[in-house]
């Protein structure tokens, strides 16, 4: 399990970009967009901000 910090994450279409981004490559996907914390299983932490970065959302693996 892989926890992000995605501090430009800011509303529910913020977070429907981000599901949709890393949907595809990770098996489970969960946005705490209060935190501004996202969750996910089954991917590579590196592929999992490159596909945020990609979509204009810088992010860090937090731990």
């Not at 800011?10 to 977070?15: D, E, I, L, P, Y």
């Not at 098996?27 to 901000?49: F, I, N, Q």
């Amino acid at each position: 399990m892989t926890v992000l910090s995605v501090p430009d994450m800011s509303c529910g279409h913020c977070k429907a970009s981000v599901e949709a981004a890393l949907s595809p490559l990770a098996s489970k996907v969960e946005v705490d967009l209060p935190a501004r914390r996202v969750t996910a299983e089954g991917a590579p932490p590196e592929a999992l901000v490159k596909a945020l970065e990609a979509i204009g959302f810088p992010a860090s693996v937090v731990g």
